[in-house]
């Protein structure tokens, strides 16, 4: 066993920094507690869920409109991020019952 003999003053220093760190990374802890973990999907989670082919989804990818992450060579989504785009995609398509039907014959 090694004994280390050091000032009172660099020990108190050294509790006193220990006892910051330990304070912010309760903080820190408690800011986090309430929140969930994002929920993240892989492509075929998406292509399955918007009933889109592979090629669909990087198209929206490329173009900006399916926002991505990549992780050792495996692209992912926020979930968040595809409710959005879907919702945007069925916001987007005509109603049945807003469109009017004409009769050519009048």
Sequence with gaps: ???V????KA???????????????TSMDARTEDKQPE????????????????RTVY???E?????????????YY????VKAL???LTAKSPKSEDTEIVNPSK
Excluded: N
């Excluded at 003999?5 to 009172?8: L, T, V």
């Excluded at 173009?63 to 692209?75: D, I, N």
């Excluded at 926020?78 to 991020?81: E, P, T, V």
């Design 39 to 54: 929920q993240w999907l892989d492509t075929a989670d998406v292509c399955a869920g918007l009933q889109l082919d592979r």
């Design 86 to 88: 879907a919702d945007g």
């Design 11 to 25: 020990f108190e220093d050294f509790i006193q920094t220990v006892e910051y760190f330990i304070s912010r990374i």
């Design 63 to 75: 173009q900006g409109k399916l926002p991505f992450s990549q992780f050792q060579h495996r692209v």
């Design 5 to 8: 003999i050091i000032e009172k």
């Design 1 to 3: 066993m090694e004994i």
């Design 59 to 61: 198209s929206l990818r």
């Design 78 to 81: 926020k979930a968040k991020d």
